[in-house]
């Protein structure tokens, strides 16, 4: 009676997450293999936006060498009007992270700063995971090589939920559930 009262509140939460992550499915960066518009940061779109006197000239990086280095579009390169005034890696990150380009006034110069937004105190993560592994150091009883799958369904802090299987080579299996930290 106690692991029922113990699996129906997971089997809920993993359910919930599960849906979320169907219908509200942010977009897989890696399936964008095209530059695309940033979207503006919410807070900044209703600001209104004025001019300000500029430099007579602005630097900007060298448009055929940028083009061909970063494979830019067509559109960019033929387009005399449009320049590249700064560019930027930002690293991965779980969150968001929010971008803004400065321009010296004065010398004409850009230059890009960014800054990652703090991830939310819990949230649904909505992640799956398969693999394979092989285990030289193994007992006996185990075999050498399995297949693995692991589904994390939620996040409190830097805690991780998620519910993981695996079979091994000699046929054995478990599935479960834990608790995983990451830092």
């Known amino acids: 009676m106690r692991l029922t009262y113990a699996v129906i509140p ?3 939460l993993v359910s919930v997450s599960a849906i979320w992550g169907w219908f509200f499915k942010a977009p897989d960066i890696r399936a964008l293999p095209v530059w695309n518009e940033a979207q503006q940061i919410k807070t900044v779109t209703k ?42 890696e930002i690293a991965p990150y779980k969150g968001k992270t929010d971008a803004i380009t400065l321009m010296n006034t004065q010398t004409g110069a850009s230059q890009i700063q960014v ?9 649904l993560d909505n992640t799956a995971s398969v693999g394979v592994a092989y285990y030289p150091v193994h007992s006996d009883s185990l075999g050498p090589v399995a297949i693995e799958g692991k589904y ?14 695996d079979v091994d080579s000699k046929g054995n299996f478990r599935a479960g559930a834990g608790i995983v930290y990451e830092w």
């Open 10 to 12: 997971l089997i809920i």
């Open 47 to 88: 600001i209104k936006r004025v001019s300000v006197p500029g430099p007579e000239k602005i630097i900007t990086i060298e448009k055929e060498k940028v083009v061909e280095k970063l494979k830019l579009p067509d559109w960019i390169k033929e387009d005399k009007n449009l320049q590249v005034i700064a560019t930027a």
């Open 152 to 165: 994390r369904f939620g996040r409190i802090m830097n805690f991780n939920g998620e519910i993981k299987g």
């Open 115 to 123: 800054k990652q937004r703090p991830l939310p105190f819990a949230a």
